[in-house]
């Protein structure tokens, strides 16, 4: 299938440190994105969207960045707490379909 | 906000058995549901789409007759593994996209934990 598996890349964070974590997408033709955290033995939880028509969203505490020149998306989480360590996702659509990244381990220090 | 729910929340069976996954929209009605898993330390996978009432639509590399998916109702999809081996010890994830909202967002169901003895 599409999105292959890799070990997950992590980030470490110190709490009420920003984070800011970044993905790579494979087609220029996608035209909508969503970032997904995801707990241990949970499924996804959509945090943030982006269409292609826009190159940043906001959110509480966080915000989306869109790059399409270089096919790259980013999440910045401002002032971030114990409560967001997990695992972060990016996804994209197109042709009907989200198929996601490779993913970002997020681990906040106390 | 919309609720997707899966069952069971885990299962453990011998191998060469088949086990049957349950996916349900509570709140909202369905048109498609997709089907994906997940192994350790990795991303979700797409297995397959499906739409109510059509035959599912499988991702390059996934087997129809191991992964049998039906959507009978705009609430209900299944995701049938037959004769499970080890090697299919995984997360299943479904998620749900409603027909009568934006269209956009997919709603995902908390996951099924499968283990193959």
């Known amino acids: 299938g599409e999105s292959v598996g890799l070990h997950l890349p992590t980030l470490s964070v110190q709490e009420g440190d920003n984070s800011i974590i970044n993905c790579a997408y494979s087609?220029?033709?996608?035209?909508?994105f969503i970032w997904y955290k995801q707990e241990s033995g949970k499924g996804p939880q959509f945090i943030i969207d982006?269409?292609?028509?826009?190159d940043k969203r906001q959110g509480q505490r966080v915000t989306v960045l869109l790059n399409k020149t270089v096919k790259h998306l980013s999440l910045q989480i401002a002032a971030t707490q114990p409560g967001d360590s997990a695992v972060y996702f990016c996804a994209e659509k197109g042709g009907g379909k989200l198929i996601f990244g490779q993913g970002t381990e997020l681990s906040v220090k106390p | 906000g919309a609720v997707v729910s899966q069952h069971p929340s885990w299962v453990i069976c011998k191998s060469g058995t088949s086990v049957k996954i349950e996916c349900r929209s509570l709140d909202f009605q369905a048109t498609t549901m997709f089907w994906y898993r997940q192994f350790p330390k990795q991303s979700l996978m797409l297995m397959a789409t499906s739409n109510e009432g059509s035959k599912a639509t499988y991702e390059q590399g996934v087997e129809k007759d191991k992964f049998l998916i039906n959507h009978a109702s705009l609430t209900l999809s299944t995701l049938t593994v037959t004769s499970a081996h080890p090697e299919d010890s995984s997360f299943y994830i479904c998620s749900a996209r409603s027909s009568g909202r934006a269209g956009e967002t997919q709603y995902f169901g908390p996951g099924t934990r499968l283990l193959v003895l």
């Open positions: 982006i269409r292609s028509n826009m």
């Open positions: 087609n220029s033709a996608s035209d909508y």
